[in-house]
């Protein structure tokens, strides 16, 4: 019976394991299929943009060829994928960039050849782009083309079909971009395929030497009118009876036969006998570890202890021998901690070691290892630490961790630490040295004052001793508001008139004067700073804008950047209300600056937030446009009110040519998509002629006028007033 309940119990646990296994199958395979189709869904997405930016300029100008080949010297670099780039007026291919290869296209007409006029007529009807597959370019290689069809207004303003834009991808390059060998690698088949937008028949584009098998994953690939599937599956789909399944089955028959003559044994033993013998083994287990617990942690907090430090140091300096790694060793040890014990007795001391304990926890990452050498003492193993800052990072929130009040047996208690920093190999190269350094470097910190870091080598402590300072300045600067904005005009181009202006951020340091943004706003940035920050300078600038034009009888704009932290801020939104409502500030007269790159890392939840903005009837303009790598057609999945062109493209124009073909292509994709166009950085009267000329809607720079504090400001929006039509006509002239 013993035997038989075993085999059962056993097969049935066979089965919930192999049941485990096939789900853990599926979950890779779902995994596989959806990272590699993101890889080509990447793909696709760069390389048809690319016709887009092309369809822009051509519409400007369709009979400048020299422009277009300039500037597909330009696009084909950035749109990983790429093969060539074709025009095809009235639907016969006339043109292939580049001009010095791939001409076997020329003269191709795609609306009358059997194999192309379907689905180029499909494009032509939905006016939208497409993506046709042919199953052999005329380059000799299979591939690819998505065509978008251009068309112009003829002399009454009726819209005609002028032709195709086309961006040719191979086959080839979707392999090596989606990682397809990896598949391969992994003895995963995989097929990449369509249904035929005509026939809706299945076409496949990719696929692996090996076949399909019976399990397989599928995932979707979005493309313009239609869908591509990627599909997975394992080359050699596991079967039950295999050699592995029935040894677990062998296994589990010996396991039972096993029990059953264990069991037939015991019954004619004693039952108490059998019941001692298994009281005394838990009973051992379980004092070997305590015993092993005990000679390897610290009782009162739980970390590890010195002995357990010793081990994991000359095991952590063989790994970084092993694989070229690097660590930091930080010793700590807490300011004045006596007092504690004395004043509140050794309980609220022990209490507020084990608090310290759960600070320094939250303050390291999961690979990294934090140990109690006894009394206040602590050491923490900063594991595969890059360079001296990342370590003097953790060691600043370490401080602000420690430095927070306390609350112990009812008493508010606050507590400060000492931190030496010693970096594995530089500084040393064995346990024992290191700790001696860290020593060295902690007592160096207490001697500086206490509540420091100090680093063992001179010159990065000196390092992080700045950018500490000035981090904990900038906390003080938050606190009294000793920040500043200046604001820099922008006037419309066309009128000379001024539409609004850019909030700028300053601060002017009690000590060293004004602290230039490119030092002070990258580290608000990395400590977190930049959202209290960001938030006054938002609640000020509309403020400031709602006096100006009250008292000025105006109605000017105001534009605010947004940082990354704070567009992922998830009070971003109830934050821009409430500065709206405290100025009284018409929504619309406040424009809000993100970036390309802000946009871009998470998609979904940046169009969700930006829409809630947008729904409080804010604007909201990209700014430094053209210097990003995302490619050109998000611009219609975000509620954008205009494009900043950087100042990176204005300031060689019109003197060069391909910042100029930027700019213009610039100024005619914002036109194309109804968005006002700005251009920062005007400094020179050509820049502005060309500018104007090629019908760019606002600027701003230093031609215009230099950021300047608020009352300046004010004063210069009178002057300008005053002025009136004259310095309108001096912009326009």
Known sequence: MVFVLGVCIGGAAAGLLERARASERQQKLTEAAAAHGALVQQLVDRSLSATYAMAAVLQQNPTDLASLERLSRKLLPLYTGVDNLQLSPGGVVRHVFPATANQGPIGHDLLLDPLSRDEARLTVET?????????????????????????????????????????????????????????????????????????????????????????????????????????????????????????????????????????????MRPVELAQMVRRRTRSLRNANAHLRQKATHDSLTGLGNRALLEHDLNQAIEDAQRNMGKFAVLLLDLDDFKSINDSLGHRAGDAMLKVVAGYLNRCVGPEDAIYRLGGDEFVIVLKRIGDAGAASAVAGKILAEVARPHLVQGRETHLTTSLGVVLYPQDASDAESLLSLADVAMYRAKKSGRNQVAFFSAALDHAAQTRLELVDQLRKAIRVEAFELHYQIKADIASGRPVGAEALLRWRHPVRGQVPPAEFIPLAEESGLIVPIGEWALRTACMEAMAWNRHLGTSLTIAVNLSAKQFQDEALLEKVRMALAHSGLPAHLLELEITESMMMHKPDEAAATMRALRQLGVHLAVDDFGTGYSSLGYLSRFPIHCLKIDRSFVQNVPACEADATIARSIVSLGKSLGLAVVAEGVETREQLDFLRQHGCDIAQGYLLGRPQAAAEFVAQLRTMDMAGAKHCETIRE
């Open 127 to 267: 006016r939208d782009l497409h993506i046709a597959i042919p199953t052999k370019l005329r380059q000799g290689k299979p591939g690819f083309v998505g065509r978008y069809p251009v068309f112009m207004a003829d002399s009454q303003g009726t819209p005609r079909f002028w032709g195709f834009v086309s961006a040719v991808v191979l086959l080839d390059t979707i392999v090596a971009f989606g990682q397809f060998d990896r598949l391969d690698q992994r003895e995963l088949a995989y097929q990449l395929w369509r249904s035929n937008p005509i026939t809706g028949q299945p076409e496949t584009l990719v696929r692996s030497a090996a076949p399909l098998t019976e399990v397989m994953v599928s995932t979707s690939i979005g493309v313009p009118r239609g869908s591509w599937q990627l599909t997975v599956s394992p080359v050699t789909p596991d079967s039950f009876f295999n050699s592995t399944h029935l040894a677990e089955l062998l296994i589990v028959a010996l396991i039972a036969a096993a029990a059953a003559a264990v069991t037939r044994s015991m019954l």
